[in-house]
């Protein structure tokens, strides 16, 4: 497959604490470490692993993170040629703290948030040699509907990631072939009350999603719409070392199998967001297309 993943590149800077501070708390944490992560590199890396023909449209700082970052893409195998270097603005930066097998993560988005509608013109024919374009929102809204229309303009798949979650107008919800939110992106981005509970956003996915919304929910798997029914797809047990990008892994595994049976491309893409968890950092974890086919005779799926 052809993937064209249009979206954010980082370096995040990772601690690990116990507990989490309450405001104007300081708390002692564990260990620290740098990683390579951006939803949107994550998702180019997590597809490119998995034996698709990958690149990248994205923009990263004048400086040593934006350099290493591209270098690092490289070694992927990812097209970076789509890749612009702004000046006066940093790399993206995640500070990301792991608590309680879990993550939350404050996102700088520097020069993923310069990128414009211009940048993205420029490697039309990244858009026309594509299969599948992948978005996600660390980058501004109005790149993600100008990809989006392009997208149905050469009648391509365009999986929109709603992360970080906001709220998105409905041409683009309508216009996207697959909507990959977890729960609570589900959760703001169909207006759910603050309070509602997991359970609460299950039933209205299960009651009035669309066909083309497929829901992430971390240890419960995955929900998607199959000949007019909902199915879910489990999670696979592994070891949690660290969540951070396992959300990513989905969608660009999903990018990577998009010609196969939905149920297929779904089961592939959850199996490997499961093992992209047993490893630290967003990307440590990812299978290559190897790792994953072993994974799954293992599991017996
Ligand atoms: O989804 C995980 C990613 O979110 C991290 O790599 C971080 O950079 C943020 O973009």
């Avoid at 929910?217 to 007019?228: A, E, F, K, R, T």
Wanted: net charge negative; aromatic share 6%; glycine share 8%.
């Amino acid at each position: 497959m052809n993937v064209l993943v249009i979206g954010s590149i980082n370096t995040d800077f990772v601690v690990e604490s116990e507990v989490l501070p309450q405001l104007g708390e300081t708390v002692l944490g564990k260990n620290f470490s740098m990683h390579s992560g951006g939803k949107g590199a994550n998702q180019a890396v997590a597809a490119a692993r998995l034996g698709a023909k990958v690149s990248m449209i994205a923009a990263v700082g004048n400086d040593e993170m934006g350099q290493r970052e591209i270098e690092i893409l490289k070694q992927e195998k990812i097209d970076t040629t789509g890749i612009v270097i702004k000046n006066g603005v940093s790399t993206g930066i995640a500070v990301i703290t792991l608590s309680q097998n879990d993550n939350c993560i404050i996102v700088v988005g520097g020069a993923n948030l310069a990128l414009s509608i211009d940048d993205i013109e420029k490697n039309q024919h990244k858009i026309q040699s594509a299969d599948v374009i992948v978005c996600s929102l660390e980058i501004p809204l109005e790149c993600v509907q100008y990809a989006c229309w392009q997208a149905k303009r050469y009648n391509k798949h365009f999986i929109l990631n709603p992360a970080p979650a906001q709220n998105l107008p409905d041409e683009l919800l309508e216009n996207a072939t697959l909507i990959t939110p977890n729960v609570w992106e589900y959760a703001k981005l169909f207006r759910l009350p603050e309070n509602s509970s997991s359970d609460d956003v299950w039933h209205h996915f299960q009651q009035y999603s669309s066909p083309s919304t497929v829901m992430t929910c971390g240890i419960h798997g995955v929900l998607y719409h199959h000949n007019h029914l909902v199915y879910n797809q489990p999670a696979f047990e592994v070891g949690v070392v660290d969540t951070t990008g396992a959300g990513d892994t989905f969608n660009g595994a999903l990018a990577a199998f998009f010609d196969l049976p939905c149920t297929d491309a779904i089961r592939y893409a959850a199996a490997a967001a499961s093992l992209s968890v047993t490893r630290h950092g967003a990307r440590n974890g990812m299978p290559s297309a190897q790792e994953l086919e072993k994974f799954l005779e293992e599991n017996g799926a």
